[in-house]
């Protein structure tokens, strides 16, 4: 049998972590590693438990969410954990700072329960969660901050198709609403949004997001 994904609980509200723990433990494969109440404590339990998943709460106190994701995940972090920040805030400047500090995903806590159990089976399998909406209002509050200055790069190493795709995945577009934009399937999504990934030397599709804002790909 497949071990079950271990998940790390980081919210400072009792009632909040209870609830999730509720929710994670009555699936058959997740289990709760363990929970804890503010971003330091997260970041030494992660290394005693060792997570597949680290469920993130961003405002905590001692060390907030975002500073514990990239301690976790952020660049240069030799053993990164994958991170699921789950907050009530939405149009936020913190959605953009997590997303830069390395998290793999990001969801609000009024999402149904069903959504949670998925977004953390899908950043467990390596891949990345960023619910379309929070994408579309990242986009209309930050562009110009994320947007370069000079351009685009004229040397960014995809074919004009994979730029089409990107430029659908950082407007928020679900594989399967690319498909249905440009006609083709999904596993030609699939594909071409892994080829994405790997000339860009990208980890996963929320550092596409990022990269397509950076490169000025969207307007």
């Known amino acids: 049998m497949t071990e079950p994904v271990r998940v790390l609980i980081c919210d400072d509200q009792v009632l909040i972590r209870t609830g999730l723990a509720t929710i994670i433990d009555a699936q058959p494969d997740l289990e709760v590693a363990g929970e804890c ?14 997570p597949d998943v680290v469920v ?29 920040v789950v907050t009530t805030f939405n149009l936020d400047e913190y959605v953009y700072e997590a997303l830069r500090a390395g998290a793999s995903g990001f969801l609000l806590k009024d999402a149904p329960p069903d959504r949670l159990l998925h977004g953390i089976r899908t950043v467990a399998a390596g891949a990345a969660l960023l619910d379309p909406d929070v994408t579309r209002q990242l986009v209309g509050r930050y562009a110009a901050r994320i947007r370069p200055t000079g351009g685009t790069d004229p040397d960014i190493p995809l074919t004009p198709r994979e730029l089409e795709v990107l430029r659908l995945i950082a407007e928020g577009l679900s594989n399967s609403e690319i498909a249905a934009s440009l006609v083709i399937s999904r596993e030609t999504v699939k594909t071409f949004v892994s080829r994405i990934l790997t000339k860009l030397g990208l980890r996963d599709r929320v550092q596409a997001v990022v990269y397509a804002y950076r490169q000025g790909l969207v307007s």
């Open 37 to 50: 109440g503010d971003g330091r404590t997260g970041v030494e339990l992660a290394g005693k438990v060792r």
């Open 56 to 84: 993130m709460d961003i405002r905590m106190p001692v060390l907030d969410g975002i500073a514990a994701t990239r301690l976790l995940a952020g660049a240069g972090v030799p053993h990164p954990v994958k991170v699921l």
